[in-house]
């Protein structure tokens, strides 16, 4: 009987202390996170763990990315959105990410590494109008444009930015796009017309092209080389 008994405790002591590893184990979890706004400088305590996840809620009218400043030693950054990495880096005492553009309302998680104990971030955010509408990624999503305004978007990597135009009247029409960036490099596919277009380029004609009314194209979009681009398109 004394030996059920002290079974018993010991059953019960263990239960107790799964209990208590698994809530410091949720409390550190929890401690580690900190929700960020953009446009709003943070000072962050690393800690023992020496990271800290860094969560954004992305607002889908524009495109955004931040600076890193760590104090006393270097570290890495990666940028994780819908289970997938669309950044890894190696941070100095300074650094500047790429730009990136989500869906609004997705969770973006920037995990940062690093041996200091703090560091400080600001998470810059651009509103721009005319902007893509993610998630652009195939034709059926693809981003309405009319004729004689410009459009941006970031070609980010391993993914097509597709932009559809359905022509108002019978005609002919001319697609001309730039990248804004001049050691980047962008492909370009208009009516099976493969184009590439880089930041030295300039504002570059693709393709003329004939067109029904109510005749729709497509415009698919992706980055070649370099970071993550802003680039503009407009059709005449």
């Known amino acids: 009987m ?4 002290r079974n018993g405790s010991n059953i019960l002591l263990c239960v107790l202390m799964s209990v208590c590893i698994i809530a410091i184990m949720k409390t550190t979890t929890m401690a580690s996170q900190k ?6 400088d943070y000072s962050v305590s690393v800690g023992s763990e020496k990271t800290v996840d860094l969560i954004y809620t992305a ?6 990315y931040f ?3 760590i104090h006393d030693s270097d570290g890495r950054a990666e940028v994780k959105a819908n289970y997938k990495t669309y950044g890894d880096y190696y941070i100095g005492r300074k650094f500047k990410s790429d730009r990136y553009c989500f869906k609004k309302g997705t969770r973006v998680k ?5 041996g200091g104990s703090k560091l400080s971030i600001r998470l810059v955010e651009k509103k721009m109008s005319n902007f893509e509408k993610e998630k652009n ?3 059926k999503n693809a981003t309405k444009i009319n004729r004689n305004k410009i459009y941006s978007g970031i070609a980010m990597y391993d993914e097509n930015d597709w932009w559809t135009f359905t022509a108002p009247k ?3 029409y001319s697609l001309y796009v730039v990248c804004c960036q001049d050691d980047a490099e962008i492909e370009v596919d208009w009516y099976n017309n493969y184009c590439f277009s880089r930041g030295s380029d300039g504002w570059k004609k693709i393709d003329r092209v004939m067109l029904s009314k109510g005749e729709k194209i497509s415009v698919r979009i992706c980055r070649v080389c370099g970071d993550y681009p802003l680039y503009k ?3 005449r």
Do not use: C, E, R, W
């Open 2 to 5: 004394k030996d059920l008994k």
């Open 35 to 40: 929700k960020i706004v953009a446009n709003k």
């Open 59 to 64: 607002k889908g009218n524009g495109y955004f």
């Open 67 to 69: 600076n890193i400043k």
């Open 110 to 114: 920037i995990k940062i590494h690093s």
């Open 137 to 139: 990624d195939t034709v």
């Open 170 to 172: 019978t005609g002919k």
């Open 233 to 235: 398109l407009k059709i």
